[in-house]
């Protein structure tokens, strides 16, 4: 029996890691810290409630003498467990990094530990007792490694950070904001590339560990300009970035609430994305701030350093009086909008020409807006601008058309929606023809504003959209107390993207334009 159990604690270890495939998918996903796990395993988790069922049942037949088959329960019910993880679909899949190698090997040898002492000190039952505590063996570990992370992080930083100084010439552009950094960055990395050798942070890779990657890949002695995208989930974020690459510019797109969730109160955004402002004031460099919202135009406002004002879209010139023109050093004249793109006018510093894209949304204007003030005073001429502006394509999951079976449109706006992204997309929307159908989870990370944030989304959607798919739980009950407010019948509500994509296939005709808005990764579902 003893050698039973040696084997039996070995597999135990090796399976039980396996099978925290979804924990350790949560932490990855929350950035390698604990948030959202508490509530995710804990609380929105059905299976862990599952898998303390069948423990109970193992640990009945433990103690009633019954250990081979006790054994043997448990082990067939983790083999079968294992193959339902590999064969769910999952959105993000469990990316296996060097770091998430190591926290993966750590776990093993903390169960393979445990359950040999539970073994040689005759308490076998403690083994089974282990696939209980498997979520917080997961947190324990991630804990227990984060020493040594951080010595890597730090070293990995500072090797990027001699790099780039090591480049006297090279200009080096911040880019932040609550949403729209990726669009941005990559309108004026095209923008710029008509007259400069230039590098960006490629996807979405805006922290220390991807901006670090980028420099050691990308950079090198040809390189005249590198573009940085920075993000933040928390107080600090920005700092640490500029204190890496050290900005020359800075440009801040529209601050929002986003992140709310983790920030806490819209003050921390503000002065979280103001870390950038002030360290381009620190070396005299310039910042370019979009006024696409009120929150952005006040931060403008309070800057004292050497600033630059890109105006949201008008759809008139703004009259030479006018107090707002004195004060706009770019902005654009909407000509025309339509489901193919737009048309209009580009004014800078005095200086216009017309423009035409095809990225659609008068938010893509005012990130053109943005990317092409800073490529003017970077001595780009205005016709390279228009070419680039021209020849710019839809960064992928933001608002790119993509032409479906049947003669089905399909709006792809599913990457990281937030309140004014969602309220641009239904704008958007009205430039296709009937029937309009949006499939969306809401979105989230609001705080205590969530729900009335989503509520509010029902007013524009009764007025726009033919009808709705409701996509999950998480903000099920606003769109639903919203949907019955504003007396809007239209909608079915499903628990996952794959169960509303099926029922599309029944109820979609010729003609349609579908817009996804939004998609929640696995950590909220």
Not at 266 to 279: D, G, R, S, T
Not at 393 to 402: F, G, K, N, T
Not at 454 to 464: R, W, Y
């Amino acid at each position: 029996m003893f050698i039973l159990f040696i084997i039996f604690a070995v597999f135990c270890a090796v399976i039980y890691n396996f099978n925290s495939y979804k924990y350790l998918q949560t932490i990855q996903l929350g950035g390698y810290t604990s948030q959202r796990f508490i509530k995710r395993v804990f609380f929105k988790d059905i299976s862990y409630v599952l898998n303390l069922f069948f423990l109970a049942c193992t640990l009945l037949l433990f103690f009633l003498n019954l250990k081979i088959s006790s054994v043997v329960f448990l082990s067939l019910y983790n083999i079968l467990l294992l193959v339902h993880i590999l064969k769910s679909a999952k959105k993000t899949p469990l990316k296996f990094t060097k770091r998430l190698i190591r926290q993966f090997v750590l776990q093993f040898t903390v169960l393979l530990i445990l359950n040999l002492i539970f073994v040689f000190c005759k308490l076998e039952f403690l083994i089974f007792v282990n696939f209980a505590l498997l979520p917080f063996i997961s947190l324990a570990c991630l804990y227990l490694i984060m020493p040594l992370e951080n010595l890597f992080r730090e070293k990995f930083k500072k090797r990027a950070a001699q790099k780039l100084d090591s480049f006297k010439n090279l200009i080096k552009i911040g880019i932040t904001g609550s949403f729209g950094k990726t669009s941005v960055k990559n309108y004026l990395h095209k923008m710029l590339s008509e007259k400069y050798n230039v590098v960006s942070t490629p996807k979405s890779f805006n922290t220390p560990m991807g901006v670090s990657l980028t420099v050691f890949k990308e950079i090198n002695a040809f390189t005249e300009i590198f573009i940085c995208e920075m993000g933040a989930r928390k107080k600090g974020d920005i700092k640490e970035l500029c204190q890496m690459v050290k900005p020359d510019i800075g440009l801040i797109n529209t601050v929002g609430n986003q992140h709310l969730e983790t920030f806490k109160t819209q003050e921390n955004i503000n002065a979280e994305k103001m870390e950038l402002a002030n360290f381009c004031k620190s070396k005299s460099g310039p910042v370019f701030f979009s006024s696409a919202n009120l929150n952005t135009e006040n931060l403008y406002q309070n800057f004292s350093g050497v600033k630059y004002k890109c105006n949201k879209c008008a759809f008139e010139p703004l009259t030479n009086s006018s107090e707002e023109k004195n004060d706009t050093f770019a902005y654009a004249e909407v000509l025309e909008q339509t489901n193919l793109g737009s048309k209009f006018i580009l004014y800078i510093n005095g200086e216009n020409i017309e423009c035409q894209t095809l990225l659609l949304g008068t938010h893509n204007i005012n990130n053109i807006v943005l990317a092409a003030a800073l490529c003017y005073k970077l001595d780009v001429k205005l016709s390279d601008i228009k070419d680039a502006i021209y020849n710019l394509e839809p960064v992928p999951h933001r608002l790119a058309v993509i032409k479906g079976q049947n003669s089905v449109t399909v709006i792809d706006d599913t990457f990281n929606s937030n309140e004014s992204g969602f309220i641009y997309a239904l704008e958007v929307l009205k430039n296709f023809p009937a029937r309009r159908i949006l499939v969306t989870p809401g979105v989230v990370e609001l705080k205590k504003r969530q729900y009335k944030t989503n509520f509010d989304f029902c007013a524009p959607i009764k007025g726009i959209i033919d009808f709705t798919v409701i996509v999950g739980k998480e903000n099920r009950k606003a769109f639903l107390d919203g949907f019955d407010f504003f007396g809007y019948k239209n909608f079915c509500a499903v628990n996952t993207l794959a169960q509303g994509s099926n029922f599309l296939k029944t109820y979609l005709k010729p003609g349609d334009t579908v817009l996804f808005e939004n998609d929640l990764p696995d950590n909220y579902s």
